[in-house]
């Protein structure tokens, strides 16, 4: 089993160098796309700071307060990001076919997807999102201690998990359809975009569907509640890690997916 | 040994249809239709045979060959390759066998060859003395000397399939898949590959099936040919069978489709 | 003109094949709407003396922009001319008896109107009969939807005049990816996509509203909810025109320019 283990990230860091060698064959080029893509994402942190210019607050939540919330899940979402994204590009493999190349091959067909193709250039938006965290961090007004630190680090491995797992559903559906995929946007970059704020600010009904359907709250919401000095239930700084376990359900749909495409060959 | 029994599988397509208002009338019935991919089709295969599977585009070809590969499974009928499943077995199967896609490629495209094969090492995780007897051999045989350190984007059509067909071999795999191998080479890259193909076959006794349209492989390579055409097994023999008189093979093959109706 | 009609005509038929796309992008666009409109709700609720537009007023912008995403969001841009640039395939259209400037702009108007008349209608039936806090309202007068469906139209054409120009500029850069990373991102916001013009802050709005960015959606959802008063309105068409005929000439400009430097250089 460990053995394994090894052998596979062993693999993983052989697609990883192929693929950096690849893109520095069009170092320009990479670079640009990645300052791009950190100059993006800006875009959300502007819209959030005009609109405190204007408000004071937005349900007892101030503007620094909101700053770390968003900044904590828009490094959650890049963390998911830079190793799952690969999935992004699964829509292109299933419909030319080279989905078959990796089923022709004795390993793991996630690894081979996710090694197939890393969106390098997204670096530029992991250190956009590395950024906004340190200015987010920096400008709160919480006092640090190490169970608020191992708060923020329980939130977002359990972040980068329920992401992940909406990217493998994302290409789980795939297989059955290329064309309806548009509305997992809500559920990667809406929940991105809206996770900005507190998830209360959506009402009790959203909360109770990111607490139990997809587990956005637990590591959104309630930790943050924690760390903010509004709930000190200590339980609190262990409720992101229960949030790993949506990614059972979503290797579930995956496995059914690719036996799909076993049977039906499209 | 390959063996296939009375096996089925068809298809549901959507209809399309063109114009623009057969495309708004799509937007609330839409029509299917069922292929029959392939319909009772069975044969055996034996261990170091050389097989020309052959047919019109949509007969059959690639859904047989996914099939022996694992990827696809059959509606009905059984499928043994050396007493495995293909299809359920599929990660020991694949272990075993090496796949060529003619139009698709397996090789990184911007990085030179030889990284391509090394990665392939560790997907297979080849032992390292095979994997440098193999290359060693490959390299040779195919004369990739020259290329292994060029990036693939630079290489020509018929230096990219050498270099396919050597990394669906760095395995040694016992069966070899090639489907339409000499697509679009030129004359002096056809002749290398199919005397590699042969001498692959008499000296490690791999397995190979082979897809073609190309009746000068069929003719340089294989002594078995399978036909296949709308689904069904039409002719499973030698050249010499199939061969009239003085016809050309391609006159040959051409009059064959025609006498069974399938173009 | 008539070869142009046809080019219309084919991407417009090859838009309405794609049903479940539609409906996804249906099902997207309503979860979107909500939220947003909670967002907005959660802050007038704390401050409603700070909103510079009324609530009903703001519901209605957030519904018919999402009802009319596909007209304006620029990062729906044709990956088929990104793709005919790259590869090369652009030499087979300089051979046509064709503008090529002309040939995408007919190409991209109607994959966006294609796409906004499967997605808008069932959005606009339904958010018209939300509760009332949610609800899009009617059109404040039978004068004000006129100008509205004139605005919009304008704005459709100054959305794709501009992605004209990033299409365009493609051919002059090695990193068409990055150029088109940066526009879209930096048009999003400037045309009040983000969050709608009003709401910035004063001095910034008034240099925004001079930019051809807020000549987009911009005008036409404000006219729609009567966010603007008449001379505002008066002032906002005559920009709209006024960006449309600049932004066409100089991308034609550029795509002359573009057409010889392929000509010349073989691509």
């Known amino acids: 089993m460990f053995y394994k283990l090894k052998d596979a990230v062993r693999l993983y860091g052989h697609y990883l160098s192929i693929n950096v060698r690849s893109a520095m064959q069009y170092k320009t080029s990479f670079f640009l796309t990645a300052l791009g893509q950190f100059l993006v994402s800006f875009n959300v942190f502007l819209g959030i700071y005009f609109m405190f210019r204007r408000f004071s607050g937005i349900q007892g939540f101030t503007y620094s307060e909101v700053l770390l919330c968003f900044s904590v899940v828009l490094l959650e979402f890049s963390l998911a990001e830079m190793f799952a994204r690969g999935f992004d590009l699964f829509p292109s493999m299933v419909r030319t076919g080279s989905f078959d190349q990796v089923l022709v091959r004795p390993r793991n067909e996630i690894l081979q997807v996710l090694g197939s193709k890393f969106e390098l250039t997204r670096i530029g938006r992991m250190l956009q999102a590395v950024v906004m965290f340190a200015y987010g961090v920096s400008h709160s007004s919480v006092d640090w201690n190490f169970a608020k630190i191992m708060t923020v680090i329980f939130m977002l491995i359990g972040g980068c998990a329920v992401f992940s797992g909406l990217f493998l559903i994302y290409a789980a559906l795939c297989f059955f359809t290329l064309e309806g995929l548009e509305f997992m946007n809500v559920l990667t970059d809406g929940a991105r975009e809206y996770g900005k704020y507190p998830l209360s600010v959506y009402g009790k009904k959203m909360l109770l569907v990111t607490t139990f359907l997809i587990p956005y709250a637990l590591v959104q919401y309630y930790p943050l509640l924690y760390i903010l000095d509004k709930d000190s239930r200590p339980f609190l700084i262990f409720v992101p890690l229960l949030a790993v376990w949506f990614l059972v359900p979503s290797y579930a749909l995956w496995r059914f997916g690719v036996r799909h495409y076993q049977s039906s060959g499209s | 040994m390959i063996t296939m029994e009375h096996v089925c599988k068809s298809y549901k397509i959507a209809k399309r249809n063109a114009g623009f208002g057969e495309a708004f009338k799509a937007l609330f019935h839409r029509e299917y239709e069922v292929i029959h991919a392939l319909s009772d089709v069975s044969f055996t295969i034996h261990d170091g045979e050389m097989v020309g599977y052959i047919g019109p585009n949509?007969?059959?070809?690639?859904?047989?060959?996914?099939?022996?590969?694992?990827?696809?499974?059959?509606?009905?009928?059984?499928?043994?390759?050396?007493?495995?499943?293909p299809y359920k077995d599929r990660m020991r199967h694949v272990k075993e066998i090496g796949v060529v896609f003619g139009q698709r490629s397996q090789l990184w495209w911007d990085v030179p060859v030889i990284d391509s094969f090394e990665l392939l090492r560790d997907i297979y995780a080849i032992p390292k003395e095979t994997y440098h007897n193999n290359l060693e051999e490959l390299t040779e045989l195919l004369n990739l000397k020259e290329l292994l350190r060029s990036p693939v984007r630079q290489l020509s059509l018929g230096q990219r399939m050498r270099c396919e067909i050597a990394a669906s071999l760095l395995h040694s795999p016992k069966i070899l898949f090639l489907d339409e191998p000499t697509i679009g080479l030129d004359a002096v890259s056809k002749i290398a590959v199919r005397e590699f193909i042969q001498k692959q076959n008499e000296v490690h006794k791999t397995t190979v099936i082979l897809t073609t349209h190309d009746m000068q492989d069929i003719e340089a390579l294989s002594k078995r040919i399978i036909l296949i055409g709308k689904g069904r097994i039409l002719l499973d023999g030698t050249l010499e069978d199939i061969k009239r008189g003085d016809a050309g093979i391609d006159e040959t093959v051409a009059e064959l489709y025609r006498a069974y109706d399938i173009e | 003109m008539k070869k142009y009609l046809s080019f219309f005509?084919?991407?417009?038929?090859?838009?309405?094949?794609?049903?479940?796309?539609?409906?996804?992008?249906?099902?997207?666009?309503?979860?979107?709407?909500?939220?947003?409109?909670?967002?907005?709700?959660?802050?007038?609720?704390?401050?409603?003396?700070?909103?510079?537009?009324?609530?009903?007023?703001?519901?209605?912008?957030?519904?018919?922009?999402?009802?009319?995403?596909?007209?304006?969001?620029?990062?729906?841009?044709?990956?088929?001319?990104?793709?005919?640039?790259?590869?090369?395939?652009?030499?087979?259209?300089?051979?046509?008896?064709?503008?090529?400037?002309?040939?995408?702009?007919?190409?991209?108007?109607?994959t966006r109107v294609s796409r906004a008349v499967l997605r808008c209608f069932p959005i606009l039936i339904v958010a018209a009969f939300l509760p009332k806090n949610y609800r899009m309202a009617k059109p404040a007068s039978a004068g004000h939807f006129g100008l509205f469906v004139i605005t919009l139209i304008l704005g459709l054409l100054v959305t794709v005049a501009f992605s004209m120009l990033v299409y365009v500029l493609t051919f002059f850069t090695i990193s068409p990816q990055g150029v088109r990373i940066v526009f879209t991102s930096m048009v999003e916001f400037f045309a009040g996509a983000i969050i709608p013009l009003p709401f910035f802050p004063a001095n910034w709005q008034r240099v925004l509203e001079l930019l051809p960015f807020a000549s987009m959606q911009n005008v036409a959802l404000r006219i729609y909810s009567g966010s603007m008063t008449v001379t505002e309105m008066q002032k906002a068409v005559a920009l709209q025109i006024v960006w449309l005929v600049a932004l066409t000439a100089f991308g034609n400009l550029l795509c002359r320019l573009a057409e010889k430097k392929v000509t010349i250089q073989g691509g």
Request: contains cysteine; hydrophobic residues 50%.
């Open chain 2, 58 to 85: 949509g007969a059959g070809k690639s859904s047989t060959i996914k099939i022996l590969s694992g990827i696809l499974t059959p509606d009905s009928g059984t499928v043994t390759v050396d007493g495995r499943i």
């Open chain 3, 9 to 110: 005509r084919l991407s417009f038929t090859m838009g309405l094949q794609y049903r479940a796309a539609a409906l996804a992008g249906i099902v997207t666009q309503f979860a979107w709407g909500f939220l947003e409109i909670l967002v907005f709700q959660a802050f007038y609720e704390a401050e409603p003396e700070m909103f510079p537009m009324t609530m009903s007023a703001t519901a209605s912008y957030v519904w018919m922009q999402q009802a009319f995403l596909a007209l304006f969001a620029t990062w729906m841009m044709e990956n088929d001319i990104f793709d005919t640039i790259a590869s090369g395939n652009i030499s087979y259209s300089l051979c046509r008896p064709i503008r090529i400037y002309h040939m995408w702009f007919s190409q991209s108007t109607a």
